[in-house]
């Protein structure tokens, strides 16, 4: 079945560096949705990308979709407390209804 | 708009006992999701239905586990007899609109057995 791997499992910046998270499917995907989940909270929908080599913007956050659809990442500069928490991607097969969540990358922020 | 509600939000029961997880979707999503999460195995896939019908319940742990969603509006997430290892966060989600929409995800229940 599909499989989506998320890299690194646990990053801990200091307040004002970047950091980045690596989503990698093993089938070509249609979509990749990255979502966000606070300490204590739920997973938020952050953005969705379809096209190949797409990248999107949002504030601090890039976000980028491979050209072969098959991998995906999340970028923020200069972190800040607030960006505390657990980021996923959840990718769609091509050949698949719903979307497999990767394991997540939990990112700590030391102020 | 209400969003995705889950109750009870906490829930302390004895192992043995019956333990029901409710869930109503955002009005007019005709997509439903069961979710646990746990320290050691992530954000799992439990059972997904599609207008109220079971589509994928290939991630529910055993039989001790099953769902409902008698209409659009409400499902049940029931596990009898409840075991220490079901200790988790179980969230429900809806999608409306097809799969390229995003899920909604409810506030989530916190089940311990004891």
């Known amino acids: 079945g599909q499989q989506v791997m998320q890299i690194p499992q646990y990053q801990h910046v200091q307040e004002g560096e970047d950091f980045t998270t690596y989503c990698n499917s093993s089938?070509?995907?249609?979509?990749i949705q990255w979502y966000k989940q606070r300490p204590g909270g739920h997973p938020v929908f952050l953005i969705q990308l379809v096209k190949s080599g797409e990248v999107k913007k949002q504030k601090r956050l890039t976000f980028q979709f491979g050209e072969a659809k098959k991998n995906s990442s999340l970028h923020i500069t200069a972190t800040q407390t607030t960006d505390v928490g657990t980021y996923f991607c959840?990718?769609?097969?091509?050949?698949?209804?719903?979307?497999?969540f990767g394991d997540g990358t939990t990112l700590t922020v030391k102020p | 708009d209400a969003g995705v509600i889950q109750s009870p939000r906490h829930e302390v029961t004895e192992m043995g006992q019956e333990v029901t997880l409710r869930c109503k979707p955002i009005s007019g999503h005709d997509y439903l999701f069961w979710y646990r999460q746990t320290m050691m195995r992530g954000l799992e896939l439990l059972i997904y239905f599609n207008n109220n019908v079971p589509i994928d319940d290939s991630g529910m742990p055993e039989d001790r586990f099953s769902a409902k969603m008698p209409n659009a509006s409400f499902s049940t997430l029931k596990i009898q007899p409840s075991e220490p290892r079901d200790s988790a966060v179980y969230f429900c989600?809806?999608?409306?609109?097809?799969?390229?929409?995003?899920?909604?995800f409810g506030d989530g229940t916190r089940l311990s057995i004891l």
């Open positions: 959840a990718g769609r097969s091509t050949n698949a209804g719903k979307s497999t």
């Open positions: 089938t070509t995907l249609s979509n």
């Open positions: 989600a809806s999608i409306g609109g097809g799969w390229h929409q995003p899920q909604h």
